[in-house]
């Protein structure tokens, strides 16, 4: 395997990764496990703050504190279990679904950009079948 394709895949993904991560602050400054919190409740449609925790490895305290931040912001919505009192399902509010579709076209958009302003249509093409290669990785 050439350690030059890894590195240099590495650093792509990774600059791309944080080009687009910035169009989604719209002000607010989110640390990365934030922003991973509110894709994870995004993805999920309402999840419990213990799943969060794991899935961002990160203490339950820890993502208490991430949420009471989100909470405060309007962000998320905290539903009773209706089989269980004491667990929570958290969800995002009306105004949190808003922060995250701006935020995805966004990045949408400056992709867009990036794309048709950086590459010709040869590479367009290339790129565009190298997206189901790229897809295997994320499996």
Do not use: C
């Not at 394709?5 to 990774?14: C, Y």
């Not at 004491?86 to 794309?115: C, F, N, P, T, W």
């Amino acid at each position: 395997m050439d350690y030059l394709l890894i590195e240099s895949l590495r650093s792509s993904i990774s600059g791309l990764h944080k080009t687009l991560r910035k169009s989604f602050t719209d002000g607010n400054s989110f640390s990365l496990t934030e922003l991973e919190t509110i894709g994870l409740i995004y993805r999920h449609e309402r999840i419990l703050p213990s799943e969060l925790a794991a899935k961002t490895k990160i203490t339950t305290p820890s993502m208490s504190q991430i949420l009471k931040k989100m909470e405060k912001m309007e962000m998320i919505n905290r539903t009773p279990s209706k089989e269980d009192g004491r667990k929570v399902y958290i969800s995002l509010s009306e105004q949190g679904q808003q922060i995250v579709d701006k935020a995805k076209y966004r990045k949408d958009e400056m992709l867009k950009h990036l794309l048709e302003s950086k590459l010709t249509v040869d590479e367009l093409h290339v790129l565009e079948q190298a997206i189901p290669i790229l897809k295997k990785l994320n499996t």
